[in-house]
């Protein structure tokens, strides 16, 4: 079980130019920022990835604007894992669980899981707040996610087994979020 003490939020490539041509991008950014809210509200730590900002711009401003205070982490790596930046910083936590959202399922984010997969972490990838340019491409990106053996589950979910009982002092916080 994931819980507010043993877990970490990555959040991965969700750029301005990237984000524009994704599948489903309105419900995306929807379902990301009751996450990226709630995990802030459980004090989870965030990782900010960005793929080569020069070229594909920052962090949305809708979802940076939640996390002013996270820099990003500058990859040319399609996995996070595999940048020195990142794999630092997240070794830095601690935290032995992560949790994945962002873009592309099919390329950073099934690639990122496999190789935090392989190397020990219990990986589990929020599905309604991952995308890809094309549903096909999404539907692949989820099949590798599971081969490499990661967990998917959704915001909600998440969310309240983050909290693991309706007496969590943010129960009612996070219960506003999801509605």
């Keep these: 079980m994931i819980t507010p003490h043993n877990s970490v939020l ?26 990226i ?13 960005e793929q080569n900002p020069e070229r594909m711009g920052t962090t ?3 979802l940076k604007s939640l996390i002013p205070d996270i820099p990003a ?12 930046g990142w794999n630092a910083a997240l070794k830095t936590l601690g935290r032995d669980r992560v949790l994945l959202a962002g873009i592309e399922s099919h390329v950073c984010i099934a690639q990122t899981a496999a190789d935090l997969a392989a190397a020990g972490y219990a990986v589990e990838v929020v599905v309604d707040a991952v995308s890809s340019r094309t ?15 990661a967990a998917l589950t ?7 087994e983050l909290l693991g009982t309706a007496q969590h ?3 009612k916080d996070i219960l506003r979020l999801v509605k």
């Design 10 to 35: 990555a959040l991965v490539d969700i750029q301005v130019k990237l984000a524009a041509v994704m599948h489903r991008r309105e419900e995306l950014i929807r379902r990301l920022i009751p996450l």
């Design 135 to 149: 549903p096909a491409d999404l539907a692949i990106g989820l099949e590798k996610i599971k081969a490499a053996g």
């Design 73 to 84: 982490l500058p990859k040319l790596t399609f996995s996070c894992w595999r940048d020195p």
């Design 37 to 49: 809210q709630g995990c802030r509200r459980l004090e989870i730590p965030i990782l900010l990835a």
């Design 154 to 160: 959704g915001v909600e979910s998440v969310l309240f």
């Design 169 to 171: 002092p943010a129960f």
């Design 60 to 62: 949305l401003p809708e």
